[in-house]
């Protein structure tokens, strides 16, 4: 079972590029998230979706862009990359269906922002 | 609003030891709970979730949480500690219905041989 698939696990970008962290999941979830986890500030939601077609900000989205064309996919944009971006992004799904919060994470990716 | 405070982003137990992380959560509303762990390198998994069914929850690992509404905590346990235990935990909020998830800073557990 595939559960919540990203890529790339690792990325080292320079400074003022772009690029899109993918994500997938085959559970049929309606809600998928991202968040960024920091040395000593948890876990921080970026942006979320409660469906294709909705997205909405969460508490740190400055300097992202997402889009949920399918159930399936919710890629994670970078705009113009910055040092601050540096971090493990996760993506996470859950359903509707199941307890409101349980949330299933893919691997993480690793940004580093030169 | 609800947020979490998990006290202590380090502790270290011996092996065979309780382990007690320790979780206190601010929330308008009613809430649910959950821990959540992770290892290293890995995403985060589910340990266990509080819905109101039960204030006394056990989840996967030996682990139990207790909710307790007139101390507005929910303390994560473990008689006795294992050396694969050593991950770091994460407690977490969301009101009931609402599927965004507030998380704490995470506690990072050291077992010790």
């Known amino acids: 079972n595939a559960g919540v698939t990203q890529t790339p696990k690792f990325q080292v970008l320079k400074t003022g590029q772009s690029m899109t962290l993918q994500c997938a999941q085959d559970?049929?979830?309606?809600?998928m998230s991202w968040y960024r986890q920091d040395p000593g500030m948890g876990l921080r939601l970026i942006h979320y979706?409660?469906?294709?077609?909705?997205?909405d900000q969460g508490e740190v989205p400055n300097g992202y862009n997402v889009s949920r064309s399918t159930t399936e996919d919710f890629p994670l944009r970078l705009l113009s990359a910055a040092p601050s971006q540096t971090s493990v992004y996760f993506c996470?799904?859950?359903?509707?269906?199941?307890?409101?919060?349980?949330?299933?994470f893919g691997e993480g990716s690793r940004l580093t922002v030169l | 609003a609800q947020s979490v405070t998990q006290l202590g982003s380090h502790v270290s137990v011996s092996e065979g030891a309780l382990v007690l992380l320790r979780c206190n959560y601010s929330?308008?509303?009613?809430?649910?709970l959950f821990w959540y762990v992770q290892y290293p390198n890995q995403g985060l998994q589910l340990l266990l979730k509080?819905?109101?069914?039960?204030?006394l929850v056990k989840g996967i690992n030996g682990f139990e949480a207790e909710f307790k509404k007139s101390e507005t905590s929910f303390h994560l346990t473990k008689p006795s500690a294992h050396m694969s235990d050593a991950a770091e935990y994460f407690c977490?909020?969301?009101?009931?219905?609402?599927?965004?998830?507030?998380f704490g800073i995470g506690t990072k557990l050291q077992v010790i041989p």
């Open positions: 559970m049929n979830h309606e809600y």
């Open positions: 929330s308008s509303v009613p809430p649910y």
């Open positions: 509080y819905t109101s069914a039960a204030t």
């Open positions: 979706s409660v469906g294709a077609g909705i997205t």
């Open positions: 977490a909020v969301t009101p009931r219905g609402y599927q965004k998830v507030t």
């Open positions: 996470a799904s859950s359903s509707a269906e199941g307890v409101a919060g349980e949330l299933f």
